[in-house]
Structure formats: structure tokens, C-alpha cells
């Protein structure tokens, strides 16, 4: 393979990477490792497109991370690709494929390790739609440690219900049930298990909305509420504190009169989070600061 040169020209991305881009920014379903593997294939277009330039590098990286501000996967990935072409485009393939092999195996590790906290059968509650509980599901399942899966419907463009045929297809006992209805479940739960678009160096989480009110829920009810995600969704350089809702999704009013909020993510803290399944192990909230940084 020939090496890609990096130009000094104009900062006009190619069209095949516009569209990347655009396909990034509009997923509102996707989960964040889906979107960084987008993220990935963008910068990978764009070493294809022999235009690559310093300008555009740094332009995309940018874009990307604005595309899907919520999602420390998505701005890692972003970042690391940039700093990789902008010092030595030869190492692009190598790093290219090794980010490739983190997607595919950093999910079956966490999963793996969520599975050690299971000690019997259970009930579990989730919701929105994510690679890495439908991971950690199937392991469960396979060592007969799941007995049934309720799905939240994830409103308001309600990938749960999506999540759930999933399931189903899948072979998985599961049942969708409505947003505010988890609460009349309660004794069934055995226990709460979420993905992550991000989880902040404090252990607070950042899900689709939703998440907040189960978290809380499940600590009412005395039930344990995991997370299950890769390390690099994990940032340990940023607090809630620097955490700002996207751009609301959803329509905007219910009537001609009457407005709608449709908040698409919410903010977990901490204290409500019993452990978050990684690929690194298994990590309580105050423990990733110390083991990631």
C-alpha cells in the first residue's frame, strides 16, 4: 500500500466524507459504538479519497465531535485518528485496524465481566437500544442466568421497541413495557443493566433519557443498576459539570397549543450506578478515575 501524504491544502472534505459526516450528526438510534466505527470509516474515506490535508483532518475530527457532542466514543475516536494523520500517516492502517478489533472485542470482555456479578437467574430491566447489553444478555442467557428482559419503549423515538425484536429474535424471553411503568414491575426486577454513551471520570453516566429515573427507581427498590460499556467511552479528562444536553429530539409540540420536551439524553450521577461492566473489568463509580486516568 501506498502511503497517504498529507497536503497543505484547502479544508474542503470530500463528498464521500460530507456524506459520513451527515450520516454521523443524523443517527438518533444508533448506540455510541456503532457511531464510532462511522467515525472511524469517515477518516478512513477520507485517507482513500487521496485529498487527505492537515486542514481537513483537524476540520473533521471537529466536525465529528460536534455531530454527537454526548458521546465520549465518538470524540475519542475522532481525536486519536486526527493525532495519528496528522504525526504519521504510515501508522494509519495499523491503527485503523486495531480500533477495529477494540469494537469488535471490547464488547464481549465487558461482557464476560458482567456476567461474574450474576450469581442466579434474573430479571432484567433496560432500555434504548445497545451493542453491549444485547452482548451481555446473550452471555447470560447462554450460562442460564436470565430468566427475562423488560425493555423500557424509550420514547420518544422508542428504540426499545426496536431492542426488544431484537431480543426476540433472538430467542430471548422479553416484554416491552411503558417509560413510566417500570416502577409497577419492581418486585419482578432482579436488576437494572444500561449502556453508555458516556461515563464521566466521577462515574456518572450520560444515556438516553430515561436512564435517571430507572437508576433511581432501582435504588428505591434495592436493586442493583449496572452499565456496561467499552473504556473508550469512558472520560476521565471531563466531570458532569462540563456535560451540556444536546439539541432536543422528537416533535415539538403535542398540539397546535400545547408544547412538547423531548429530551433525547440524561445525565445518571454517580451515586446511583452500583458498577459499570467494562472491558477493563468491573469498575465501581469511584474506582475509574483511578484505574483510567
Not at 128 to 143: D, G, I, K, P, Y
Not at 209 to 234: H, M, N, Q, W
Not at 242 to 253: I, K, V
Not at 254 to 266: G, H, L, T
Request: aromatic residues 6%; neutral net charge.
Amino acid at each position: 500500500m501506498v502511503s497517504p501524504r498529507i497536503t497543505r491544502g484547502s479544508s474542503v472534505l470530500p463528498d464521500s466524507v460530507e456524506e459520513k459526516v451527515t450520516a454521523v450528526a443524523s443517527d438518533h438510534q444508533s448506540g455510541a459504538t456503532h457511531l464510532a466505527r462511522r467515525a472511524l470509516r469517515a477518516f478512513d474515506l477520507f485517507v482513500a479519497s487521496g485529498e487527505l490535508d492537515r486542514a481537513g483532518v483537524t476540520e473533521l475530527a471537529r466536525r465529528l465531535e460536534d455531530a454527537q457532542p454526548a458521546m465520549a466514543s465518538v470524540r475519542h475516536v475522532s481525536r486519536l485518528a486526527a493525532k495519528v494523520l496528522l504525526e504519521n500517516t504510515d501508522q494509519w492502517p495499523a491503527f485503523r485496524d486495531a480500533m477495529q478489533r477494540d469494537f469488535d472485542e471490547g464488547k464481549r470482555r465487558a461482557a464476560r465481566n458482567f456476567v461474574k456479578l450474576l450469581e442466579r437467574p434474573a430479571t432484567v430491566v433496560t432500555l434504548s437500544r445497545s451493542t453491549n447489553v444485547f452482548e451481555c444478555l446473550m452471555l447470560a442467557r447462554q450460562r442460564g442466568l436470565l430468566q427475562q428482559v423488560l425493555v423500557l419503549e424509550s420514547r420518544p423515538l422508542r428504540e426499545g421497541v426496536e431492542f426488544a425484536h431484537d431480543l426476540h429474535e433472538a430467542g430471548v424471553p422479553v416484554a416491552v413495557i411503558a417509560d413510566g411503568a417500570a416502577g409497577a414491575y419492581a418486585s419482578e426486577i432482579g436488576l437494572g443493566l444500561v449502556g453508555a454513551d458516556t461515563v464521566f471520570a466521577d462515574g456518572s453516566v450520560v444515556n438516553k433519557a430515561g436512564t435517571y429515573a430507572l437508576a433511581a427507581l432501582l435504588r428505591v427498590a434495592d436493586r442493583p443498576f449496572y452499565v456496561a460499556c467499552e473504556s473508550f467511552k469512558i472520560d476521565t479528562t471531563r466531570g458532569p459539570a462540563d456535560w451540556r444536553p444536546p439539541p432536543e429530539q422528537g416533535p415539538a409540540e403535542i398540539s397546535s397549543e400545547v408544547p412538547a420536551r423531548n429530551p433525547y439524553f440524561d445525565l445518571t450521577p454517580a451515586k446511583l450506578v452500583t458498577a459499570i461492566a467494562t472491558d477493563r473489568g468491573v469498575l465501581k463509580p469511584d474506582m475509574i478515575a483511578k484505574v483510567l486516568r
